[in-house]
């Protein structure tokens, strides 16, 4: 039961983010309202980590078989991706190696930033 009580409150703040994504005329997916509302209340604790962790924990430990309907629909359309996949990988690639030295880059600041506020406390 405790489950089924988790899983609907993730699934309440989704249904949420579905009406926020066709009230308001942003490019937006409906997702992105869902996980900014749901890190809103977690934060806020509005709603406690305890009342969604365990079904949170199982849907993450799912996610690389989300992907599999994905990558299908790639390998369905190879023909319109095939002409240029070299670029597509090339950007993939640079863009992925930006990502990653970017939050690099920002987790040591704030990490920093947060030693500095030890300090001077």
Not at 21 to 38: D, E, F, Q, R, T
Not at 59 to 69: C, D, G, N, T
Not at 81 to 100: D, E, G
Request: hydrophobic share 55%.
């Amino acid at each position: 039961m405790k489950y089924v009580k988790q899983f609907t409150i993730i699934a309440f703040i989704s249904l949420i983010g579905e009406a926020l994504n066709h009230l308001i005329p942003l490019p937006i997916p409906a997702s992105i309202y869902g996980v900014v509302i749901m890190f809103i209340c977690l934060e806020t604790k509005i709603i406690p980590l305890s009342a969604v962790r365990d079904t949170g924990k199982f849907l993450v430990s799912l996610m690389q078989i989300m992907f599999i309907p994905a990558t299908v629909g790639l390998i369905d359309t190879w023909d319109v991706f095939a002409p240029n996949w070299i670029s597509y990988t090339v950007i993939i690639v640079v863009s992925t190696f930006l990502i990653m030295l970017v939050s690099g880059k920002m987790t040591q600041l704030v990490i920093s930033l947060s030693k500095k506020g030890e300090n001077h406390d």
